[in-house]
């Protein structure tokens, strides 16, 4: 007996367009002898099938499981629908007959497959470099609008040749429906500039700049997301002209190489390590040096670590398949600036630091920089979240009213909330000039475009400076919700652990502000989504010279003999006394004395700073966090006694007073022990302290669940020590996987707790 035809409505939330998702369902629709069409639409995907019902639910069940590598699905709603007596299945045009709620891929890199074609001489796309089809390539970066079709990104100018039309149309080729196909013959192209931006009569820009990377120049890039600055790793004159003229100190700069085996010739990387590097999201992970690499050692001075990256873009593989163990690839900007993303924009802004432009027709709608990750724990953790993983939302575990979430001033990133999702931007940088805070309006705007947001608030910190503070006063139609940072640290923390009710937070970073007026920034809160209590903090001393202070380490270690030894502190025998000048350290303990520009901070980040002064490891940084980083990077391996702690009942929480570390690290320098040893009874006495503070705050509370955030959980022994010490004393604890701890994950605690003090009517 024939089975009777039923007909189902099917809508597809999640990454499902620009993934190969219907062409994939066509086929789905084929193995069962389904007929109907699937569709995009602003939300999604649409199906329209008809059939048995047992052929109808098998097809159902294999929808999740059997999806294309890029996609994800985040909702199948079915629904019973009147037969209309299709005869075929097909593919037909996007609707955009509902509220748009589709997800966006992320930019991700050339697959194993185009790759392959991209080498073989025979393929028609040989050496083709812009060469990509439904499983990699630009996404994010291209679009304009949604739903997902070519009108609507920057491939729109370049209208499809016959083949890549006839490759387009058949449901049957793999680049079905790439909104970016293209080939030699129809699509972009490379161009070589010359310094001055004036075209080279190069027939083969790839391989002019590749000679011109070999004589040590430096040529700009441009990419998915923006240009990099490019040199050759192992020329050492090279990489030190690119820094003087970037003005880029002292900073890592992160390196890309052709596969593992080159990568293995100057970094340790194990199977787990290249896996990441291999993922489509190809992001920057942080690899142990080898003892006898071979790179310059102006790439990543005072640290054991390299950068590393593989090629994401076709041009990559082109640039590096022969000539070099490696290139420097850093962002093309200059110091504190955005990424360049247009040809004119590179040329104008450039000029001066590159000696060619390796330049392509394709236009890049939002510029988007690499992403940095680094494994501790066993986990791949973010210190930069951009290109590969923007705007792949974070899940939330309730729905709040839709709200714009600002950031910070420093890393910034911005949040926009809908339904049970958050939408975190890529990496901005820090707004400190006008340049940044264009591109932060400029993603604002298009965050809310494509996906098509409308805040019922925006959410900014308490921080009346901060250019993401004052974007607010400029949304006068908009209620403004102020959150405290170090209280959007851990919500920010808990939004992606999915955690509800109260918690012990500790927030550890260099500045925020505080609601008292000073720089907070070495806090233990009692935190819930939308309020919170200090139980604890380091206690408050001056920074002389205020922000002058984070860039002059040497001034902290002052503040803090000070506060430890009083006047006497000038007659202590150490190496860092003998270097100071007395004169400056007078003046700097008047300024402290009188309160004159020397504002009080409890910040954990400028306790690493003083130590690493009073060891004589930094008494100046050239950029943000140097110090701790250079602090945790001498650390000895073997375990040793933490210095005295304690704290004290305050009228604004318990208060941890650092003068006893402070006194023990002088005790240890007196005596002669080495700056490794100091630097890990300093970890173990932050260790120590803070498990025992948390297990007395339990006794008070019964709180069990502790949440890591703040930028001091960038340092790997920290996370781990304390995470495996507070597990051993009965505390669940919960750091950062999906966001970065430092303050690029500021704007997704701002969203929650926004949203949630808006549910509360607060």
Not at 86 to 97: E, G, K, L, P, V
Not at 289 to 296: G, I, V, W
Not at 479 to 506: C, F, K, T, Y
Request: proline share 6%; with cysteine; net charge negative.
């Amino acid at each position: 007996m024939t089975e009777t035809i039923a007909a189902k409505q099917i809508r597809v939330k999640g990454i499902v367009q620009g993934v190969g998702f219907r062409p994939y369902v066509y086929q789905l629709a084929g193995r069962f002898k389904l007929c109907g069409h699937v569709a995009n639409t602003a939300a999604g995907v649409r199906i329209h099938v008809e059939g048995p019902q047992t052929d109808i639910a098998a097809f159902l069940a294999s929808i999740p499981a059997e999806a294309p590598p890029l996609a994800q699905i985040t909702d199948v709603d079915t629904m019973d629908a009147p037969t209309e007596g299709f005869h075929r299945f097909d593919i037909i045009a996007s609707r955009d007959d509902s509220a748009k709620s589709a997800l966006i891929s992320p930019d991700v890199a050339i697959c194993d497959d185009c790759l392959q074609e991209m080498l073989s001489p025979r393929d028609r796309r040989f050496r083709y470099p812009f060469i990509n089809c439904t499983n990699c390539g630009p996404r994010y970066t291209i679009i304009d609008d949604i739903p997902y079709d070519r009108p609507q990104t920057s491939m729109a100018s370049f209208p499809m040749c016959a083949l890549c039309q006839a490759e387009y149309d058949d449901p049957e080729n793999r680049r079905f429906h790439a909104q970016p196909n293209a080939c030699p013959v129809c699509g972009p192209h490379v161009q070589l500039l010359d310094g001055s931006g004036q075209a080279s009569d190069t027939k083969d820009p790839i391989g002019t700049a590749v000679g011109l990377l070999k004589q040590g120049r430096i040529v700009a890039i441009k990419g998915l997301g923006g240009f990099h600055l490019a040199v050759d790793a192992e020329n050492e004159p090279a990489v030190a002209r690119l820094r003087q003229r970037k003005h880029r100190e002292e900073k890592p700069l992160a390196v890309m190489a052709y596969d593992g085996d080159r990568i293995r010739r100057f970094a340790h990387l194990d199977d787990e390590e290249m896996a990441v590097l291999a993922s489509p999201q190809r992001p920057i992970l942080l690899l142990a040096k080898r003892s006898d690499q071979a790179l310059a050692p102006s790439v990543a001075p005072h640290n054991r670590y390299f950068g590393v990256m593989l090629p994401y873009a076709p041009l990559h593989y082109l640039l590096l398949e022969k000539a070099f163990a490696a290139l420097v690839m850093t962002s093309a900007n200059l110091s504190e600036e955005p990424i360049a993303i247009s040809n004119h924009e590179a040329v104008e802004r450039l000029a001066g630091i590159a000696d060619a432009f390796l330049v392509h027709n394709r236009d890049i709608y939002l510029r988007c920089d690499d992403s940095i990750v680094r494994k501790t724990a066993g986990v791949t953790r973010f210190i930069r979240r951009a290109r590969g993983y923007v705007p792949t939302p974070v899940f939330l575990n309730h729905t709040p009213p839709p709200v714009l979430a600002c950031g910070a001033a420093l890393k910034n990133t911005v949040c926009l909330t809908k339904e049970d999702r958050a939408f975190i931007s890529q990496h901005i940088g820090d707004l400190e000039n006008l340049a940044t805070y264009g591109a932060f309006r400029d993603t604002i705007a298009h965050l809310q475009r494509i996906l098509a947001i409308t805040p019922q608030a925006i959410a900014c910190d308490l921080h009346p400076d901060y250019l993401s503070t004052r974007y607010t006063t400029e949304q006068s139609d908009l209620p403004v919700i102020q959150v405290q940072h170090h209280h959007a640290h851990i919500v920010s923390a808990m939004a992606e652990n999915h955690l509800d009710g109260r918690v012990i937070g500790l927030a550890f970073d260099g500045t925020g502000y505080g609601p008292d007026g000073t720089i907070w920034g070495g806090e233990v809160l009692l935190a819930e989504n939308n309020r919170y209590e200090r139980a604890a903090f380091l206690e408050p001393l001056p920074m002389p010279g205020g922000t002058a202070a984070i860039k002059a380490p040497w001034r902290m270690a002052i503040s803090y003999l000070y506060q430890a030894f009083g006047e006497s502190f000038r007659d202590l025998d150490t190496p860092f006394m003998a270097s100071v000048d007395l004169k400056e350290a007078d003046i700097l303990v008047a300024m402290m004395q009188q309160r004159l520009n020397a504002p009080l901070t409890s910040s954990m980040g400028r306790l690493f700073d003083g130590i690493a002064a009073l060891i004589g490891l930094r008494s100046s940084v050239a950029f943000e966090g140097q110090a701790a980083m250079e602090l945790e990077m001498i650390a000895a391996p073997e375990a040793a006694a933490p210095y005295d702690f304690s704290w004290q009942a305050s009228d604004h929480g318990l208060r941890i007073p650092t003068a006893p570390i402070i006194q023990g690290v002088v005790t240890d320098i007196q005596h002669g022990l080495s700056n490794a040893h100091i630097s890990r009874r300093f970890h173990t006495t932050l260790i120590h302290l803070l498990t025992d503070l948390c297990s007395y705050l339990h006794r008070q509370t019964e709180l069990d669940r502790v949440v890591l955030s703040g930028g001091t959980f960038q340092n790997a022994i920290l996370l781990e020590e304390l995470s495996r010490s507070l597990a051993k004393n009965g505390f669940a604890v919960y750091a950062h996987r999906l966001v970065p701890p430092n303050d690029g994950g500021i704007s997704l605690g701002q969203a929650v707790a926004a949203g949630a003090m808006l549910a509360d009517g607060a």
